[in-house]
């Protein structure tokens, strides 16, 4: 329960923040974009929103699963998605995401499950 604490940045080491289904709520915290071994970043069904992908996030190489279905984010995917070409999971499904698919996701030619139904993407 509760928010993601902008203090998580300080632990740059960690590879897996793994908290679904905890009634966590707010923004993820732009800090998030200093974990750069972070490699599992999972927070489905909460009740968390704001901005889903913000520019902090990019430099996230190591990332392999991201996952954040059943939330309320918004905001579009960007072109910079393509590149995490390590990543295995993207899971947005049923948040409030816009906009196209950048062609760029074809950089992440290791993907395996990406999950984006029940948004407004075209």
């Not at 996952?67 to 072109?79: E, K």
Request: glycine share 10%.
């Amino acid at each position: 329960e509760g928010t993601i604490p902008p203090e998580i940045g300080v632990l740059v080491y960690m590879t897996s923040y793994i908290s679904f289904f905890n009634a966590q709520t707010g923004p993820i915290p732009t800090s998030l974009g200093l974990i750069l071994p972070l490699q599992t970043f999972d927070v489905e069904s909460n009740n968390m929103d704001g901005d889903l992908f913000k520019p902090e996030f990019y430099g996230l190489q190591e990332i392999i699963n991201f996952r954040a279905s059943l939330n309320n984010f918004r905001g579009t995917i960007p072109t910079e998605i393509g590149q995490w070409t390590k990543l295995q999971n993207l899971w947005f499904a049923q948040n409030f995401i816009t906009g196209t698919l950048p062609t760029e996701i074809g950089n992440c030619v290791d993907m395996g499950a990406f999950l984006f139904y029940e948004n407004e993407i075209q």
